[in-house]
């Protein structure tokens, strides 16, 4: 089973300023056609889950362009660009090389 | 609308078994997976297994087989998670999610995206 791990925890952010947070694999998600198997999603409190970016860097439909998605084999990165109040719930990144796919942790971002 | 609508909330006694339902509609049901997630009061997210809508095949986590069925009824665009033997640690907000492939690779996991959730079913296990 690979292991997702999440950091920081919690992050507070002050509204229009950038975040990131970080996201490593115990196995590389790199498969051999060139993809990172690595989706991040948004939990806001109350909510299902909300896809931001699949295949490492893709934005999802309807996804700001302040969200992006980096890295490669292990280590990936989410990044907004410059934090909105809308912006505040749980992260969380999801392996889809192989079963079982796996969350992180989950990384808390709130206002500061 | 691309939507998933799920069952209601249920209470059930440990030892028992629940059903919950998830209706697709506004896209073609039989061509993707549905995905089970389970959420425990305040925790992270769970990942349960899935089934291909297109097929029937089902992949199940492990710590789950043995009490997890998921099945689908393509005349309805409905999936199902059945989980019996109820334990108290079953308690928790169970979500379905829709599953296509977005990189067509073949070997693995075929489905790398989970696009469109149910707003989540509560199941409560108590005596």
């Known amino acids: 089973e690979i292991v997702m791990t999440q950091s920081p925890l919690s992050l507070p952010v002050t509204p229009g300023e950038p975040a990131s947070i970080s996201c490593r694999s115990s196995?590389?998600?790199?498969?051999?056609?060139?993809?990172?198997?690595l989706d991040w999603y948004l939990q806001r409190a109350g909510q299902p889950p909300q896809l931001l970016i699949y295949?490492?860097?893709r934005r999802a439909s309807g996804v700001s362009d302040r969200f992006s998605g980096s890295g490669s084999g292990t280590d990936f990165t989410l990044k907004i660009s410059r934090v909105e109040a809308e912006d505040v719930g749980v992260y969380y990144c999801?392996?889809?090389?192989?079963?079982?796919?796996?969350f992180g942790g989950g990384t808390r971002v709130e206002i500061k | 609308q691309v939507q998933l609508v799920q069952s209601g909330g249920e209470v059930k006694e440990p030892g028992a078994s629940v059903k919950v339902s998830c209706k697709a509609a506004?896209?073609?049901?039989?061509?993707?997976?549905i995905g089970w997630v389970r959420q425990a009061p305040g925790q992270g997210l769970e990942w349960m297994g899935w089934?291909?809508?297109?097929?029937?095949?089902?992949n199940y986590v492990q710590k789950f087989q043995g009490r997890v069925t998921m099945t689908t009824d393509t005349s309805t665009s409905t999936a199902y998670m059945e989980l019996r033997s109820l334990r108290s640690d079953d308690t928790a907000l169970y979500y379905c999610?829709?599953?296509?492939?977005?990189?067509?690779?073949?070997?693995?996991?075929?489905?790398?995206?989970?696009?469109?959730w149910g707003q989540g079913t509560m199941v409560t296990v108590s005596s």
């Open positions: 295949l490492g860097s």
């Open positions: 506004g896209y073609t049901f039989p061509k993707n997976a």
């Open positions: 089934i291909s809508t297109y097929n029937g095949n089902t």
């Open positions: 196995q590389s998600l790199l498969f051999t056609n060139g993809y990172n198997y």
């Open positions: 999801l392996q889809t090389l192989q079963t079982p796919l796996t």
């Open positions: 999610s829709r599953g296509y492939s977005a990189s067509r690779r073949n070997g693995g996991n075929p489905w790398d995206v989970f696009d469109i």
